[in-house]
């Protein structure tokens, strides 16, 4: 099993539809859990930590399954700025480092008018 | 507030000549450095994370190394580039206490094309 598994992609939707994404990670011993968003040629930017109890930002909503080692985002009423590729990155603890995070390959996401 | 520098934006290189990246991060201090590559399609791959001066980890086996001369100073090297070293390479740096989370900063990258 991979470290962090994605959604293949790419995902192509019109404005105003619900999309989701899910990834599952393979550490169990992960403590923190993020989607990243990387737009074309440029570095991946935070969009939210991923809580426990789940979490919402606007038209986001992150949602963790620890027992199922599964995090989710889903992004409702998609806006032409929603493309990009989103990374779901978690955090590694490999080798006793602190800090270490693996990244998913990403799933792009391209948001038609 | 902190930030992280990264240089150069773009490169190209021929097969065999030597690399020099440099990342240096601002407002902070002991943070944890990393160096990922993206491959053109692919996923990022950590190449080398640092958790202090002079303590370089590296993860992936292969003609490239990394050295923290300074506490915020991060450096990639290779002394002989292969074309498969070609991506996008992204430096990026975390905050000490993971157990709190650990949001990355990455660098702009730096866009490299062996031929």
């Known amino acids: 099993r991979k470290e962090v598994e994605q959604d293949p992609g790419p995902f192509n939707v019109p404005e105003g539809a619900t999309v989701a994404f899910n990834c599952t990670y393979s550490?169990?011993?992960?403590?923190?859990f993020f989607w990243y968003r990387q737009d074309c040629r440029k570095e991946p930017k935070l969009l939210m930590s991923?809580?426990?109890s789940g979490n919402e930002d606007g038209r986001f909503t992150a949602q963790l399954n620890r027992a199922s080692q599964y995090i989710s985002l889903l992004i409702r009423d998609s806006k032409l700025s929603d493309s990009a590729t989103y990374l779901c990155?978690?955090?590694?603890?490999?080798?006793?480092?602190?800090?270490?995070?693996?990244f998913g390959k990403g799933t792009k996401l391209s948001v038609k008018p | 507030s902190q930030t992280i520098h990264q240089w150069p934006a773009t490169l190209v290189q021929p097969v065999g000549s030597p690399l020099s990246l440099e990342c240096t991060v601002e407002?902070?201090?002991?943070?944890?450095l990393y160096w990922y590559r993206q491959a053109a399609g692919r996923g990022l791959q950590l190449l080398f994370y640092?958790?202090?001066?002079?303590?370089i980890s590296s993860e992936v086996p292969q003609n490239l190394s990394a050295s923290r001369p300074q506490d915020r100073q991060f450096i990639l090297s290779s002394k002989k580039l292969l074309l498969s070293d070609s991506g996008f390479y992204l430096c990026?740096?975390?905050?000490?206490?993971?157990?709190?989370?650990?949001?990355?900063?990455f660098g702009q990258g730096t866009r490299l094309t062996v031929v």
């Open positions: 990026a740096w975390t905050k000490v206490l993971w157990v709190l989370g650990t949001e990355a900063f």
């Open positions: 990155v978690v955090n590694g603890n490999y080798g006793g480092s602190q800090g270490n995070l693996i």
């Open positions: 407002g902070t201090s002991n943070p944890n």
């Open positions: 550490n169990s011993a992960s403590q923190s």
């Open positions: 991923v809580y426990s």
């Open positions: 640092s958790v202090g001066i002079g303590q």
